[in-house]
């Protein structure tokens, strides 16, 4: 139990990070079949900490082809880095790796939004590039 306490530290530090809610950790703690994570096994708490990581990274890919495919709508040129910057502004945040999963989420449906509902007049196209390139 004494080498478990490291790693439950990482664990709640690691979902703190992430924006894991305390309903989301009682669904993970349900998933494996207990009520604390004191009560996780040395491979339960590993496993569980690699799904809590790894969730950003999905939302993070999500949330960079939500852009991406904003950008395409709207005829404006763009790479990784462009979509990285218009990210960190929307999420008010310094670096793209440093944004927390609940601003990820809200960024990736905005965007989404935003996507479907593209208007089709040119000067909107302009107007976003010349925010854009205000914007650097």
């Not at 709207?74 to 990784?80: L, M, P």
């Not at 945040?93 to 440093?98: R, Y």
């Not at 990736?108 to 390139?133: C, H, M, P, W």
């Amino acid at each position: 139990m004494k080498d478990n306490t490291t790693l439950i530290k990482i664990f709640h530090t690691v979902c703190t990070k992430n924006g894991v809610t305390a309903a989301e950790k009682e669904a993970i703690y349900m998933g494996f079949g207990k009520t604390s994570s004191k009560d996780f096994t040395t491979r339960e708490l590993q496993q569980a900490i690699a799904n809590v990581t790894g969730k950003g990274d999905k939302w993070r890919k999500r949330v960079m082809a939500a852009i991406g495919h904003w950008l395409d709508k709207n005829k404006i040129n763009n790479n990784s880095q462009m979509i990285k910057a218009i990210a960190c502004r929307a999420c008010k945040a310094e670096t793209f790796n440093s944004i927390p999963l609940p601003k990820l989420r809200k960024c990736y449906y905005e965007f989404l939004r935003k996507g479907t509902a593209v208007k089709d007049d040119a000067n909107y196209a302009e107007q976003i590039d010349s925010f854009l390139t205000t914007m650097n």
